[in-house]
C-alpha cells in the first residue's frame, strides 16, 4: 500500500492547538494542502540518494545519543511497535547495504550536566561518528570549534535533498559553513513542533465552530485564536475566581516554556536572522513583535490561560493538575507528539497549527523546541567520506521508512480522531522553524534568546524594557562572532 506523501522535510518542542473552525463533527472537510506540498503526492520509496557503493568492511558506527531519548535513532530488537521497528528496520537496511554494525554511545542528558562528549573530542580521541544532542548543545559544540563544517567536510551529505530540513539548513549557514543540522534521520523534530490541540467536545458544546477550515483559508490568525480563548474560559464553581482545580480556561499552555517562547514566531519573525550581507542581526524587536506580546499578555491578564504546572508570579497552576487533559480547557499547547500521550483521553481532540499573525502572514509557523536536537559531527572523526555516506544513507532511509512510519500510521492512523486533524498535521510539518537566535542561544543570549519565556516569569516585564536593556549586550556579542569568523 502506498502511503500519502506529505512527507516533507523533517525538521522539524510540543503541540499547539486551539478550537475555532465551523465544521460540525461529521462533516469531512475537502482539505487542501500547505502551499508547497500536494495530498496527491506519494512518497517514492525508491527515491535514490545517490550514493556510491561502498564495503567498510563491518566498521563499528557510532552514534551519540542521550540515554534518556535514544529510540528515534537507535533500537537493538524489533520490538511489534510500530515507529521502534521502523529505526530498527532503517538501521538494518544501512547496516547491510554498507557492511557496518550501527552502534549506541549513550550519555546522560547534557542540558542539565554540559557537554559530556567534548572531554574526549578535545583530547582528539575519535569516539563517535555522528551526534545527536539537545539542539543547544549542539551550538555549543559548535561555537568551541569541536564538530565538523557540513558543507565543507561532508562530501556525500545532499543538503538539498528532500530529507533534509530546508528551514535549518538555510538558517543556520553562516560565513559559508553550517554545523548544526536536522532531518528525517529522526523523527523527534516532528515530535517537538509546537502546535495546538483542542478539546472538541468543549467546542461543540460552546457552540464554536472548530479551526480547521480556518486553517485551510489562511483566517486561523492570532486574534481568531485570542477571540475563542477569552470565551472559552468560566468560573464554573461561582466563587468569583478562576482556578486550575474547579473552573474551566481558554487555553492551558503546560509550561512556563513553549507557548510564551513559541508565540514569537506567529509572524515569521526570529530572534536573530540573516542580513542582506548574509550576516547574523538581531530580529527579536519589531512593531509587530511588540504587537504579538501585547496582545499575548492581555489574553493572559483575562484569567482565560493556564500556565501548566509551574509556578509563575502570575499565571501559574501551583497544584500541578493538567486541567487540559481533565476536561476543563479549551485549547493544550505542545508539541506535536503530545497528542500521542493523550491518546487516552475520553474527550475527542483535534490539532490544528500554531496560529499564525494575521491573514497577510504567508503561512503558519511552529518553533521547534530545542529538545528536538540537532546533528553534529566530531571534528576528530577519521573518515569523513565515510561518515558522510552512512549520515546520508540513514537520513534517507529514515524519510523512506521512520517517518511515514511516525506521521503517517503512528500520528494519523492509530491516534489522530477524525480525517480533518489528519489533513492539519500536514500544516503542522510545513510550519517547523528552526530559529538560529533560538537555538544558538548564548549569541543573543538570555533573555533575548528566551524572551517570551522570561516575560511570564517577572512580573511588571515587557519587550520593550527588556530589550533595551539587553540589545547592548546582544549587539556586542553579534559583532564579536561576526569579527571572528570573518578572520
Known amino acids: 500500500?502506498?502511503?500519502?506523501?506529505?512527507?516533507?522535510?523533517?525538521?522539524?518542542?510540543?503541540?499547539?492547538?486551539?478550537?475555532?473552525?465551523?465544521?460540525?463533527?461529521?462533516?469531512?472537510?475537502?482539505?487542501?494542502?500547505?502551499?508547497?506540498?500536494?495530498?496527491?503526492?506519494?512518497?517514492?520509496?525508491?527515491?535514490?540518494?545517490?550514493?556510491?557503493?561502498?564495503?567498510?568492511?563491518?566498521?563499528?558506527?557510532?552514534?551519540?545519543?542521550?540515554?534518556?531519548?535514544?529510540?528515534?535513532?537507535?533500537?537493538?530488537?524489533?520490538?511489534?511497535?510500530?515507529?521502534?521497528?521502523?529505526?530498527?528496520?532503517?538501521?538494518?537496511?544501512?547496516?547491510?547495504?554498507?557492511?557496518?554494525?550501527?552502534?549506541?554511545?549513550l550519555h546522560p542528558e547534557e542540558w542539565s550536566r554540559g557537554m559530556d562528549g567534548s572531554r574526549s573530542?578535545?583530547?582528539?580521541?575519535?569516539?563517535?561518528?555522528?551526534?545527536?544532542?539537545?539542539?543547544?548543545?549542539?551550538?555549543?559544540?559548535?561555537?568551541?570549534?569541536?564538530?565538523?563544517?557540513?558543507l565543507e567536510n561532508m562530501p556525500?551529505?545532499?543538503?538539498?535533498?528532500?530529507?533534509?530540513?530546508?528551514?535549518?539548513?538555510?538558517?543556520?549557514?553562516?560565513?559559508?559553513?553550517?554545523?548544526?543540522?536536522?532531518?528525517?534521520?529522526?523523527?523527534?523534530?516532528?515530535?517537538?513542533?509546537?502546535?495546538?490541540?483542542?478539546?472538541k467536545e468543549l467546542?461543540?458544546?460552546?457552540?464554536?465552530?472548530?479551526?480547521?477550515?480556518?486553517?485551510?483559508?489562511?483566517?486561523?490568525?492570532?486574534?481568531?485564536?485570542?477571540?475563542?480563548?477569552?470565551?472559552?474560559?468560566a468560573d464554573l464553581n461561582g466563587d468569583g475566581v478562576i482556578t486550575p482545580d474547579a473552573d474551566r480556561y481558554g487555553l492551558e499552555t503546560g509550561n512556563i516554556w513553549g507557548y510564551p517562547t513559541s508565540v514569537l514566531y506567529c509572524g515569521g519573525d526570529r530572534v536573530i536572522r540573516k542580513s542582506e550581507d548574509g550576516l547574523p542581526e538581531l530580529a527579536v524587536y519589531n512593531e509587530r513583535t511588540?504587537?504579538?506580546?501585547?496582545?499575548?499578555?492581555?489574553?493572559?491578564?483575562?484569567?482565560?490561560?493556564?500556565?501548566?504546572?509551574?509556578?509563575?508570579?502570575?499565571?501559574?497552576?501551583?497544584?500541578?493538575?493538567?486541567?487540559?487533559?481533565?476536561?476543563?480547557?479549551l485549547f493544550f499547547h505542545a508539541g506535536m507528539g503530545a497528542i500521542v500521550n493523550l491518546r487516552?483521553?475520553?474527550?475527542?481532540i483535534g490539532i490544528v497549527p500554531t496560529p499564525k499573525y494575521d491573514v497577510n502572514t504567508p503561512k503558519y509557523y511552529g518553533l521547534v523546541e530545542a529538545y528536538g536536537g540537532l546533528l553534529t559531527v566530531p571534528v576528530t572523526i577519521s573518515d569523513q567520506e565515510r561518515t558522510s555516506i552512512i549520515t546520508e544513507a540513514l537520513c534517507a532511509e529514515g524519510y523512506k521508512i521512520i517517518v511515514p512510519a511516525y506521521y503517517e500510521k503512528a500520528l494519523k492512523t492509530k491516534y489522530a480522531r477524525d480525517d480533518e486533524s489528519e489533513a492539519m498535521l500536514d500544516y503542522i510539518k510545513d510550519s517547523a522553524v528552526y530559529d538560529y537566535g533560538y537555538m544558538n542561544h548564548n549569541l543573543a543570549g538570555d533573555p533575548l534568546s528566551?524572551?517570551?519565556?522570561h516575560l511570564v516569569q517577572n512580573s511588571g516585564a515587557n519587550l520593550i524594557s527588556v530589550y533595551e536593556r539587553n540589545v547592548a549586550r546582544a549587539q556586542t556579542s553579534i559583532e564579536a562572532f561576526i569579527e571572528k569568523n570573518l578572520e
Request: aromatic share 14%; glycine share 8%.
Open 450 to 453: 528566551s524572551i517570551g519565556s
Open 156 to 199: 556525500f551529505v545532499d543538503l538539498n535533498a528532500a530529507w533534509w530540513n530546508q528551514d535549518v539548513n538555510n538558517d543556520s549557514t553562516m560565513f559559508g559553513k553550517v554545523y548544526c543540522l536536522a532531518g528525517d534521520i529522526s523523527y523527534r523534530g516532528l515530535e517537538t513542533t509546537f502546535c495546538m490541540i483542542f478539546n
Open 290 to 329: 511588540i504587537d504579538i506580546f501585547e496582545k499575548f499578555f492581555d489574553m493572559l491578564n483575562s484569567g482565560a490561560v493556564c500556565i501548566g504546572g509551574e509556578n509563575s508570579p502570575l499565571w501559574g497552576n501551583p497544584s500541578g493538575v493538567t486541567v487540559f487533559r481533565n476536561g476543563r480547557s
Open 1 to 105: 500500500m502506498k502511503i500519502p506523501r506529505i512527507i516533507f522535510v523533517f525538521l522539524a518542542a510540543a503541540v499547539l492547538y486551539s478550537c475555532s473552525a465551523g465544521d460540525t463533527p461529521s462533516e469531512n472537510i475537502n482539505a487542501t494542502a500547505p502551499p508547497g506540498l500536494s495530498f496527491e503526492e506519494e512518497a517514492d520509496p525508491e527515491i535514490p540518494d545517490n550514493l556510491p557503493e561502498r564495503d567498510f568492511n563491518g566498521y563499528n558506527f557510532r552514534l551519540y545519543l542521550d540515554e534518556s531519548k535514544y529510540e528515534d535513532m537507535y533500537i537493538e530488537e524489533e520490538i511489534g511497535e510500530i515507529v521502534d521497528d521502523a529505526v530498527y528496520k532503517r538501521n538494518k537496511t544501512v547496516e547491510e547495504r554498507f557492511n557496518i554494525n550501527i552502534s549506541a554511545v
Open 203 to 233: 467546542v461543540r458544546n460552546l457552540g464554536i465552530d472548530y479551526p480547521y477550515s480556518d486553517v485551510i483559508n489562511g483566517t486561523w490568525t492570532f486574534d481568531r485564536f485570542i477571540e475563542i480563548v477569552k470565551s472559552g474560559s
Open 121 to 150: 573530542i578535545m583530547a582528539g580521541e575519535d569516539a563517535f561518528d555522528l551526534m545527536l544532542t539537545h539542539a543547544r548543545i549542539a551550538y555549543q559544540y559548535a561555537n568551541q570549534g569541536l564538530v565538523t563544517d557540513w
Open 344 to 348: 487516552d483521553m475520553e474527550e475527542e
